[in-house]
């Protein structure tokens, strides 16, 4: 079955430029997620989806950053006026959003998407 | 979330057993041990999860000490498939939506 998917897998922006990045989650699951990951650091999380709602954004480091799932499928992250900093590789990751004993399963990850900010 | 501490780096040779250490001395009682890895130019992937109990599955192995401050991923027989970044995070039972909070993780290298 299909995973989460990205794209592109690959942007170049100038600074100053504005980017949207998708997302395609498993389908059927709730929970949609964003993380930033810088070169050589571990993921740290954006903003949170249970279906359309976006239950906590605050990750996202500044209001240049936007993101938005209308339908409670297809995710959309959006960067305006990029700058250097904001070059890194940004993941998208679903789970069923299901409790079991209090506690959240597992989120699949997609491959992310690498920004380059010249 | 608590706070996890691991090495940056671990070597291990193929085929060999690899034991993966996590500290986490500020573990609440209703915080599980997940352990996720990333391997290079991927997203990082679901290895395995624990709350007391000592757990298998096909991929790995986890060790939680009693008191809880402590846990170990072990990978049986360590394959170059298995190089990769392993991250051991602590998810707390309100934490909003699941959300994971990701440290430094531990990058092993496994030579042939």
């Known amino acids: 079955g299909a995973g989460v998917s990205q794209s592109p897998r690959y942007k170049v922006a100038k600074r100053g430029q504005d980017v949207a990045l998708r997302c395609d989650p498993i389908s059927g699951h709730v929970s949609l997620f964003w993380y930033q990951q810088a070169l050589g650091q571990g993921p740290e999380f954006l903003t949170y989806?249970?279906?359309?709602?976006?239950?906590?954004k605050s990750g996202l480091p500044s209001d240049r950053f936007f993101a938005e799932r209308p339908e409670g499928s297809v995710s959309t992250l959006k960067i305006q006026r990029t700058q250097q900093e904001d070059s890194a590789v940004y993941l998208c990751?679903?789970?069923?959003?299901?409790?079991?004993?209090?506690?959240?399963?597992?989120?699949?990850f997609g491959p992310g998407t690498r920004l380059t900010v010249l | 979330d608590a706070k996890t501490t691991q090495p940056n780096s671990m070597e291990s040779n193929e085929e060999e057993p690899v034991h993966l250490p996590c500290n986490h001395s500020t573990i609440s009682g209703t915080d599980y041990i997940h352990w996720y890895r990333q391997l290079p130019s991927q997203g990082p992937e679901y290895v395995i999860h624990?709350?007391?109990s000592n757990v298998n599955n096909r991929m790995a192995s986890l060790a939680i000490a009693e008191d809880r401050k402590s846990s170990t991923l072990i990978l049986h027989r360590a394959t170059l498939r298995d190089a990769a970044v392993y991250y051991c995070?602590?998810?707390?039972?309100?934490?909003?939506?699941?959300?994971?909070?990701f440290g430094q993780g531990t990058e092993l290298s496994v030579k042939p």
């Open positions: 990751a679903s789970s069923l959003g299901i409790r079991v004993g209090g506690h959240y399963n597992e989120q699949f």
């Open positions: 624990g709350l007391t």
């Open positions: 995070i602590l998810r707390g039972l309100y934490n909003q939506g699941g959300k994971l909070i």
């Open positions: 989806f249970q279906n359309e709602a976006q239950l906590d």
